[in-house]
């Protein structure tokens, strides 16, 4: 955009789908209508998913919140375009932009995101928020996204319809020392796609009566709703609710779906798949067809399960699951379930990825008491995923959520950095020592607890005025702490809780901290932070 922007890599977009209408049958669309009777032909054979690609997408933003680390700077066009959206979305009566623009509490920032593949509406996604360079904008931590329109990456400053929406508090990292920069961070989850994207069926050949076919076989297999004919070469697909969580299976199954249907045809694919998923070394392809074919492949999957071979045992409870079989069901508990085994953690991922038809909350709970981080995260997820109510779960100063799992097993600390800004603690109620001393970041918050005292005195320096000291008391409760030092303050006359206003990063910071001096006898676990190829240079 103008002469301050340029464009570094290309935008994958949804590949364009060209229709053919009116065609008439041509000797290549007879062939097919001849073929498809035979024994190997699938929806694949006749037509390839088209879905959209992961999709760079960015836009302008106002942080505010910075308490004297923002700037005024910022780029005639940019300001424009900002007053317009600020008075789209405020009203012109209510703000007054270019004082809000000019505030040294607020920086202009670029805004940017990956919308993923196949994605829905509402689906929430990471945005990186980056000062643009040359401006005197120090620290974007602590700040708050105010709103963005997103882009494709490549029509910024274009009018396009906007693809997805940002908004939330900005997380900076304080940690790690790769990709530690004050003037960059994240809104965790902040991203919202505005629009479903559509995954269609395209036809090699297009042919209404082969659209019809392939339709009408998907209906039959997959629910009546999920395929719909839009043109002779089109077919619109809706990923079931059953496969929400693994929507690339999903589009595998259907081009493995055989399009016509005889005891005697499907007897010989069983027959042919379970050879296959014995003999081959590569066993998805054999396994996706067995679950294409359904229940009749059941009863020869069964005798599998009883195979000394751990491979073909995990592959035949992992099809016989994902029929719903309690045979499979059991048998792939079973291996999550062993510490030993090599399919262990395909095994779990295999019962995370199925969103309804199974009940598997009860092996994600006991998998909290694992030894393995790795086995505990994923249980945790899961559950919080599927609302289990064996989380507690608080969203604290409208940034982050706070949960509790009782029954989580030995005492551990989750901090989430990706997707959604979460504090887990698991074997909760987990306390804090006493005759402790921990100080965080510039020494602005301390957290003190004497030697036999029951409550921690918490103190922390106004950010713009040093000589401000706000303290406040806790019980040892590391959620009660938690809650002190991340609450909003609230006047005398308010009601709630008071608290500090220590933004995410910092609290996270300090809970590093308290772990590795010894004030909190708990493991902890940070999580990775969301991974970005540059889009536009500022």
């Known amino acids: 955009m103008k002469n301050h922007l340029k464009q570094t890599i290309h935008c994958l977009i949804l590949p364009a789908l060209l229709f053919a209408f009116g065609c008439s049958q041509t000797n290549t669309s007879k062939k097919q209508a001849a073929d498809v009777n035979a024994v190997n032909a699938t929806v694949g054979m006749y037509a390839e ?7 760079p ?9 910075l308490n004297g680390t923002g700037s005024s700077e910022c780029p005639t066009d940019i300001r424009t375009y900002l007053q317009k959206y600020i008075k789209q979305h405020v009203g012109s009566s209510k703000v007054n932009v270019d004082k809000l623009i000019d505030s040294p509490d607020t920086a202009v920032v670029l805004v940017e995101g990956m919308i993923p593949p196949a994605a829905s509406r509402n689906q929430r996604f990471d945005v ?4 643009f360079q040359g401006t005197q904008t120090t620290s ?14 490549h029509q910024l400053g274009r009018s396009m319809k906007p693809l997805a929406a940002a908004e939330g508090p900005v997380f900076t990292n304080t940690i790690d020392t790769i990709d530690q920069d004050p003037k960059r961070g994240y809104v965790l989850g902040g991203g919202s796609i505005l629009e479903d994207y559509k ?4 036809l090699h050949q297009p042919d209404y009566r082969m659209a019809s076919q392939i339709r009408n076989r998907i209906n039959e297999r997959y629910g009546s709703e999920t395929a719909e004919a839009q043109a002779p070469g089109t077919i619109e697909l809706r990923i079931p609710a059953r496969y929400t969580f693994n929507k690339t299976r999903f589009l595998r199954l259907v081009t493995a779906t055989y399009l016509v249907e005889t005891p005697q045809l499907t007897e010989k694919r069983v027959m042919t798949n379970i050879e296959n998923l014995i003999s081959s070394k590569e066993k998805n392809s054999s396994e996706i067809a067995l679950e294409a074919i359904g229940n009749p492949a059941l009863p020869k999957l069964s005798a599998l399960l009883n195979s000394s071979d751990p491979e073909i045992r995990f592959h035949a409870a992992r099809c016989m699951f994902n029929l719903g079989d309690q045979k499979g069901k059991t048998a792939l508990w079973s291996i999550a379930s062993d510490k030993g085994s090599s399919f262990r953690m395909n095994a779990i991922g295999a019962i995370t990825n199925i969103s309804s038809g199974q009940d598997v909350n009860p092996l994600l709970r006991s998998l909290l008491q694992d030894d393995q981080m790795a086995v505990r995260l994923i249980a945790y997820e899961n559950l919080v995923l599927r609302k289990d109510n064996i989380v507690n779960s608080r969203f604290v100063a409208n940034s982050f959520y706070l949960d509790q799992i009782t029954q989580g097993g030995k005492p551990a600390i989750l901090i989430l950095r990706r997707d959604r800004a979460r504090v887990a603690l698991l074997g909760a109620p987990i306390y804090c020592r006493d005759n402790i001393y921990v100080e965080g970041q510039d020494g602005a918050i301390t957290i003190n607890v004497a030697a036999g005292e029951k409550y921690a005195t918490i103190i922390r320096k106004h950010p713009k005025h040093p000589e401000t000291i706000i303290q406040l008391k806790s019980s040892l409760n590391l959620a009660d702490i938690i809650e002190t030092l991340s609450s909003q303050p609230v006047a005398p006359t308010e009601q709630g809780s008071p608290g500090l206003g220590v933004p995410y990063s910092l609290l996270v910071g300090l809970l590093n901290k308290m772990v590795d001096s010894g004030a909190v006898a708990a493991e902890i676990y940070l999580g990775p932070m969301p991974k970005f190829t540059p889009i536009i240079k500022k």
């Open 49 to 55: 998913i088209f879905a959209s690609e992961s999709i």
């Open 57 to 65: 997408v960015s836009g302008y933003g106002l942080v505010g919140g």
């Open 128 to 131: 990186r928020v980056s000062a």
């Open 140 to 153: 974007l931590e602590g700040g708050w996204l105010y709103g963005a329109d997103l882009f494709e990456a």
């Open 199 to 202: 995954v269609n069926l395209s």
